[in-house]
């Protein structure tokens, strides 16, 4: 089945980059006609929508990060990836990458385990 | 951005109660609502979509109902399983959504 694998630094320094990649197994980023999203979750908070994007590249993100927020998708390496600039300790959460279905009300599907990024000094 | 207000925030209840946890949207989702499951330290998990669609594999005892802005999750017969944090979250516009979440833990 189906299987989604985050990874990318467990830390990053303040004023950097965060950078994680999904892999995606047992299936391909480029059928179904899928979204492919970034959320996340700061420690004992809530979930939030960063973005998401289509194997056709088309993509979306949220309005509050969108100025810092990239994502991309790569079909011959099966991944999508997310990049967030100029992190502060505020951007600290799991991060989950998960696949938005739209045979399915638009909703999550598959999700994830998640990554903690920690942004510290 | 559409707000997903969830209620309560948090309950404790027994092995066999009946919880229902309701969700508000801040303006009409029509039937784009969904509820996730998450346990702790785990990935959250799709319980129901399109509001009233129960995943499969999802035990029978979960049930959503509602549409336009109010939404609501019921779980009978709770069991010991259940207890975890549940979420709310709309899909009908970008940025996506979700309600604060409701943790049930036992009484």
Known sequence: QVQLQGSGPGLVKPSQTLSLTCAVSGGSVSSGGYWWTWIRQRPGKGLEWIA?????????????????????????????????????????????????????????????????????? | DIQMTQSPSSLSASVGDT????????????????????????????????????????????????????????????QPEDFATYYCQQSYSVPRTFGGGTKVDIK
């Open chain 1, 52 to 121: 998401y994007i289509h194997d056709t590249g088309s993509s979306d993100s949220n309005p509050s990060l969108k100025s810092r927020v990239s994502v991309s998708i790569d079909t011959s390496q099966n991944q999508f990836s997310l990049k967030l600039t100029s992190v502060t300790v505020a951007d600290t959460a799991v991060y989950f990458c998960a696949r938005e279905s739209p045979m399915d009300g638009e909703s999550l599907d598959l999700w994830g385990r998640g990554t903690l990024v920690t942004v510290s000094s």
């Open chain 2, 19 to 78: 919880v229902v946890i309701t969700c508000r949207a801040s303006r009409s989702i029509g039937g784009y609502l969904n509820w996730y499951q998450q346990k702790q330290g785990k990935a959250p998990q799709l319980l129901i979509s399109s509001a009233s669609s129960l995943q499969s594999g999802a035990p029978s005892r979960f049930r959503g109902s509602g549409s336009g802005t109010d939404f609501t999750l019921t779980i009978s017969s709770l």
